[in-house]
Nanobody, 128 residues
Framework: EVQLVESGGGLVQAGGSLRLSCATS????????IGWFRQVPGKEREGVSCISNSDGSTYYADSVKGRFTISRDNAKNMVYLQMNSLKPEDTAVYYCAVDLRRVITRVQAMCTPNKKAWGQGTQVTVSS
């Protein structure tokens, strides 16, 4: 079965950095777009950053542009989210997810919670 396991979350002070990792298995990693999402209590899950499977095109939510970088390593079936200059408002549970549609048109369009297989999430807490 499809499995995604996040790691790398934790407690960090504002201005600090974390790198989240997502180990995947159970599907043809190279054929699918992958993304990172986050959710806080009382809010809907939102797309943070996504990356295509084809040309490596990326999408970033406005709130994280210039601070976060998504990458994927197809040889290792891994996806990463480098988070720099962290802010308290980045505090959330972060999930990696694979888009279940093998073919996508635009990475921005797929970076929503729809049609995803999810990891269990990892907590990121940014203290002020």
């Amino acid at each position: 079965e499809v499995q995604l396991v996040e790691s790398g979350g934790g407690l960090v002070q504002a201005g600090g950095s974390l790198r989240l990792s997502c180990a995947t298995s159970g599907f043809a990693f190279d054929d699918y777009a992958i993304g990172w999402f986050r959710q806080v209590p009382g809010k809907e899950r939102e797309g943070v950053s996504c990356i295509s499977n084809s040309d490596g095109s990326t999408y970033y939510a406005d709130s994280v542009k210039g601070r976060f970088t998504i990458s994927r390593d197809n040889a290792k079936n891994m996806v990463y989210l480098q988070m720099n200059s962290l802010k308290p408002e980045d505090t959330a549970v972060y999930y990696c997810a694979v888009d279940l549609r093998r073919v996508i048109t635009r990475v921005q369009a797929m970076c929503t919670p729809n049609k995803k297989a999810w990891g269990q999430g990892t907590q990121v807490t940014v203290s002020s």
